[in-house]
């Protein structure tokens, strides 16, 4: 309970910092003499003073504002970083300290392929670390693999392109973060549709108990909007491929909100997105019937000189609609992951432990939020968005 007190009256304290050191207050005495009576063991290596002071001088010393990134950068904190893709699973510590899970690194350069553990970057990212393999030579910058041409010791980077001048980048094939967790949800929907098939097909016909109740409303879910977008007659063609990309969005998101397992973020890698978007435009051209060309080529009850404007949009929608699909996944998935890391790494920013009473809470109701709705309902709008485009494609045209 002290402990409980002691944060809580550093928070306000801190927050109060600007407008008392302004009036010459010397709070710094009048905290370290509150302490004092209370526990100085569990506060022996923090100077609440010298924090105070550093920070008051620091405020009246500045003659500018600092950006959010020219802050991020000097406390080493960037969110964006902790969201994209990577090489291994970092699970925590930073350098020699941090503990990660190494993931194995294929390469095809002009001598062929390449392999070995990411571990041999030694956790590293900044281009120190030189692996030599085959009588070449690679390092690992911002997650990209470079192979430094003959006789360079380290990488040199266009200060305008951001382009390697001494380096060239072979094609990476890496099992990645990313693919591992493809991997990983692809086993767990695996293992809970067979499971729920099992049930169905040992159990006598009662209501589903286990795994099977809890997957069955969610499959109905998908069957009545799948129903009413694309048709009673057709829906059932489809249903495999709805279900299976409702459920592996749903689970990648779920699975990228789990902490300290290196901060997944699958379903916020554009190219995952991407790749599902690309499958629903696949089927929705496939399986698309005269009408659905006509009503574009030829817009009924339009003078056709009004044709030359409309048909190219109408062309360029059905490209549209992918697109949407995309982004709106990535975004949204990766907005909330930003939301999150920012909010907490306000804390290590600021180098201010009284932001924590803000901070954590805020991020763990972003975070509640994300694992009851946002997980879902991006799975739901994704699936849902899929079948309306499928639905309009397989239409019959008779009204």
């Known amino acids: 309970m002290k402990n409980l007190l002691k944060v809580l009256f550093i928070s306000v304290l801190l927050f109060s910092t600007h407008s008392t050191s302004a009036k010459g207050v010397d709070v710094g005495k009048s905290v370290n003499e509150f302490f004092e009576g209370i526990s100085k063991e569990s506060f022996k290596d923090f100077d609440l003073e010298k924090e105070i002071n550093e920070r008051t001088k620091k405020k009246s010393s500045s003659k500018h504002h600092e950006s959010a990134e020219e802050v991020e950068e000097e406390a080493g904190f960037d969110p964006v970083h902790h969201v ?18 190494p993931l194995p690194i294929l390469l ?24 030599s393999k085959n009588g070449m030579s690679f390092v690992k910058i911002h997650e990209k693999i470079y192979q430094l041409n003959s006789g360079a010791h380290e990488l040199h980077l266009n200060h305008e392109t951001h382009a390697p001048e001494n380096a060239i980048m072979p094609l990476d094939f890496s099992i990645t973060k990313v693919v591992v967790a493809i991997f990983l949800v692809a086993f767990i929907m695996i293992f809970v549709f067979k499971a729920s098939a099992k049930k169905y097909k040992t159990s006598k016909p009662e209501a589903p108990r286990g795994i099977a109740a809890w997957m069955e409303p969610l499959v109905l879910f998908v069957r009545d909007f799948a129903k009413e977008n694309i048709g009673e007659a057709k829906y059932m063609k489809f249903m495999p491929y709805l279900l299976t990309v409702f459920f592996f969005i749903w689970f990648g998101n779920l699975l990228g909100l789990i902490p300290f397992i290196g901060g997944i973020n699958m379903t916020g890698n554009i190219s995952i997105t991407l790749t599902l978007a690309m499958f629903t435009l696949f089927i929705q051209i496939v399986h698309s019937k005269w009408a659905f ?6 817009p009924p009850g339009v003078p056709w000189p009004i044709w030359f404007i409309l048909v190219p949009i109408e062309l360029i929608g059905v490209l549209i609609k992918p697109a949407a699909l995309t982004i709106r996944l990535f975004a949204n998935i990766t907005a909330g992951h930003i939301i999150v890391l920012s909010i907490i790494g306000i804390i290590f920013t600021t180098h201010n432990i009284g932001w924590a009473g803000l901070s954590v809470p805020l991020a763990l109701f972003i975070s509640v939020l994300e694992v009851t709705l946002v997980a879902f309902l991006q799975a739901f709008i994704f699936t849902m968005l899929s079948a309306m485009f499928i639905g309009a494609a397989v239409d019959d045209g008779h009204h």
Do not use: Q, R, Y
């Open 293 to 298: 060309w006509k009503h574009m080529l030829m």
């Open 108 to 131: 095809w350069t002009e001598n062929g392929l390449v392999t070995f553990m990411s571990s041999e970057f030694e956790h590293k990212d900044d281009g120190s670390v030189i692996v």
């Open 84 to 101: 994209i893709d990577a090489h291994d699973i970092h699970l925590w510590g930073e350098g020699h300290e941090s503990m990660s899970v």
